[in-house]
């Protein structure tokens, strides 16, 4: 059978097209700016390409802490412009801040203004054309979602939500499910829709009973012919980085084993010297600003400065965790609760401890001696887990490595206080166990950073 699939850029690929356009655009507006006007602070001569790829390196890092290559926000003019503009100020600021590494610093000092403008400027127009082309409609995913009996509404606005690039055409079931979202077709039309429809990809739904056999033999012609087919378990995993709990159950030992990292004693080792590093800095910064947090707590949050609480690791192992006190005296008279969004236990001086993160500085103790990592799944109280196990399938599983100070279910997911939140915060905590590199971790540090910013996550 002979299909036409319409031209689609997946999710790495745009990734790529923007990191490679983003350096390249800069460098040659650079370029040609020299050779055209009196901008005289980038001369093109025997070492500039120390220069260039210093100017890169800066560029893709601020770039991945502002945000640029989150790809829905790389598709909003207005957070492409304010998260272009912070990274050209500090890929400027740090560039002219690296000796040797960069030209030295010119004479005329509005050269700086200059060198500035035309990497915003360059920046803003590419990403503005990124827009309007390659984000167009021309180049959407048109996917068709098949199987046997599925929440067709829930799953095709999950891939809308989380990929602006795809676009559903329908779906068949087999149990002749309806929506008010997406067409339905039979199953006796898969191979004319595929073509009417200019399908690039066919999704399964699969039932936690599997594929069933008419669904398997209607797809089998098309999988000869090399047609993308995917499970929708993958596509969600691929577009989400989450791993989708509800969609896994009997399929869960496919999962299993988790990344090889896990086990893998040169990255632990290696990752247990960073925890190491990293800890002993973050307690000579908390030793600088205790000080001033005592003043303000003795005004503001008057009460012990510190606080320790049970928590749960790595096994089910039992620890304390140490942290600065952000909640009034006898915050838990009642018993073990959640803090929730606008928690009225905690005090004004508390709110911004837990908004700039400062109430965490202290856990760099627990990474030093080893209860935490600096990465992980966050340690949860005993009584919450043996709640949370009961109504989360798999949550336990979290333990399998060691909680940390950051994570990945803490700069994507929102605050926690219910359990759907706490499913999204599984989904994303089961996808770093399984996918754990020092590429991800390195994400994380990041994405940590851009949280901490602009004062989101937990």
């Avoid at 979602?145 to 795809?166: C, H, S």
């Avoid at 399929?251 to 290696?270: E, G, I, K």
């Avoid at 928590?311 to 192992?317: A, P």
């Avoid at 905690?346 to 030093?368: A, C, H, M, S, W």
């Amino acid at each position: 059978m002979k299909t036409n699939p319409t031209t689609h850029f997946e999710i790495s690929e745009r990734k790529v097209l923007l990191r490679v356009f983003d350096v390249l655009f800069v460098w040659l507006a650079l370029y040609l700016t020299t050779e055209s006007f009196k901008f005289t602070y980038f001369p093109f001569k025997s070492s500039v390409w120390i220069w260039l790829l210093t100017l890169g390196f800066y560029v893709l890092l601020f770039g991945t802490v502002f945000e640029i290559y989150d790809l829905q926000k790389a598709e909003s003019r207005k957070a492409t412009i304010k998260n272009v503009t912070l990274t050209c100020l500090l890929v400027t600021l740090f560039f002219l801040l690296t000796p040797i590494l960069s030209p030295p610093l010119p004479d005329n000092r509005f050269q700086i203004l200059y060198f500035f403008g035309i990497i915003l400027s360059t920046l803003i127009v590419w990403r503005f054309l990124y827009i309007g082309l390659i984000a167009s409609p021309r180049f959407f995913k048109r996917v068709l979602i098949v199987g046997d009996e599925f929440e067709i509404d829930k799953l095709g606005q999950d891939l809308l939500q989380n990929d602006p690039n795809y676009e559903v055409k329908g779906f068949i079931s087999l149990k002749n499910k309806t929506s008010k979202l997406f067409e339905s077709y039979k199953i006796e039309d898969l191979k004319s829709i595929v073509i009417e429809k200019g399908v690039s990809e066919i999704v399964v739904a699969n039932s936690f009973d599997g594929l069933s056999a008419e669904l398997y033999q209607a797809l089998v012609p098309l999988l000869k012919t090399g047609f993308p087919i995917k499970a929708y378990a993958y596509v969600y995993e691929e577009i989400t980085s989450k791993v989708p709990v509800q969609q896994i159950n009997n399929d869960f030992y496919f999962y299993f084993p988790f990344s090889r990292s896990n086990q893998n004693r040169l990255y632990l080792l290696y990752y247990r010297v960073v925890d190491i590093l990293i800890s002993l800095v973050g307690l000579l910064f908390c030793t600088l600003i205790i000080p001033f947090i005592l003043i303000a707590n003795l005004m503001a949050n008057r009460g012990s400065l510190f606080y320790k609480q049970l928590r749960m690791g790595k096994s089910g192992m039992e620890f304390y965790i140490v942290k600065l006190r952000t909640m009034v005296k006898n915050a838990e008279a009642d018993g073990a609760q959640l803090a929730s969004k606008g928690d009225i236990r905690i005090t004004k001086f508390g709110k911004f401890l837990r908004k700039t993160r400062l109430d965490e500085i202290p856990q760099f103790y627990n990474v030093l001696i080893g209860d935490m990592s600096l990465i992980g799944p966050r340690p949860e109280r005993p009584e919450f887990v043996e709640s949370l196990s009961k109504n989360i399938p798999f949550y336990e599983v979290r333990q399998v490595i060691k909680p940390g100070l950051t994570g990945w279910a803490q700069v994507n997911a929102k605050y926690a206080n219910s359990d759907e939140d706490m499913i999204e915060k599984l989904q994303y905590d089961l996808y770093y166990i399984k996918h754990r590199s020092v590429f991800l971790d390195l994400r994380i540090f990041l994405k940590t950073i851009s949280t901490v910013i602009f004062f989101r996550g937990q």
